[in-house]
């Protein structure tokens, strides 16, 4: 079993930053395909950026070159660095893990974590 904690959430204004976290229990981190999840309200969970177990990686087209995800194995966490942010970034932010391959749909996912709220302000 794998428990998924998020962190890092908060309010940040247009073209301001944040970091997101996500501290992973369990000793198949290292195994996993790890990805960030986004549902805003009334909008479907969309897959943001995703990292393979090695070293594939994955990003929305509505993200490239703002946001990077990484992934520290010794310490089992997962990171987001979200740049030049946009309101329309505002939404839960969902850490999530997958023994298989990267795939967008979030019922390939097997591992999530509660979420983070990411507010961005005009």
């Known amino acids: 079993q794998v428990q998924l904690v998020e962190s890092g959430g908060g309010l940040v204004q247009a073209g301001g930053s944040l970091r997101l976290s996500c501290a992973a229990s369990?000793?198949?981190?290292?195994?996993?395909?790890m990805g960030w999840y986004r549902q805003a309200p009334g909008r479907e969970r969309e897959l943001v950026a995703a990292?393979?177990?090695?070293?594939?990686?994955y990003y929305a087209n509505s993200v490239k070159g703002r946001f990077t995800i990484s992934r520290n194995n010794a310490e089992n966490t997962l990171y987001l660095q979200m740049n030049n942010m946009k309101p329309e970034d505002t939404a839960m932010y969902y850490c999530?893990?997958?023994?298989?391959?990267?795939?967008?749909?979030?019922?390939?996912?097997?591992?999530w974590g509660q979420g983070t709220q990411v507010t961005v302000s005009s």
């Open positions: 999530a893990g997958t023994q298989g391959p990267i795939r967008t749909t979030p019922g390939s996912w097997g591992y």
């Open positions: 369990g000793s198949i981190f290292t195994r996993n395909t």
């Open positions: 990292i393979s177990s090695n070293f594939n990686y």
